[in-house]
């Protein structure tokens, strides 16, 4: 188990901040999502839930598409 986390968390033996940044995104949005069955009076908040996977979307997609500047990609230029 903890080599399978190790070889998808490390890039080129080096821990990637982006692929942990998405482990973890996903993991808290899955335990937050399932809190209710363990206390009853917790009560989820729906843009917190799609908050934690709209951040892990988005490292992965940062993760597919290295060394891009954010700025530029994300602005059109203006004419």
């Known amino acids: 188990m903890i080599y399978l986390l190790k070889d998808t968390l490390?890039?080129?033996n080096k821990w990637s901040q982006k692929r942990i940044m998405s482990f973890l995104s996903?993991?808290?949005?899955?335990?937050?999502?399932?809190?209710?069955?363990?206390?009853?009076d917790?009560?989820?908040?729906?843009?917190?839930?799609?908050?934690?996977?709209?951040?892990?979307?988005f490292?992965?997609?940062?993760t597919q598409r290295p060394n891009t500047d954010i700025v530029k990609d994300t602005i059109p230029p203006i004419l």
């Open 59 to 62: 490292t992965i997609y940062r």
């Open 10 to 12: 490390k890039e080129k």
């Open 42 to 57: 917790f009560e989820v908040k729906e843009f917190v839930f799609l908050g934690f996977l709209g951040i892990g979307g």
């Open 26 to 40: 996903f993991f808290v949005a899955t335990v937050y999502a399932f809190a209710p069955m363990f206390s009853s």
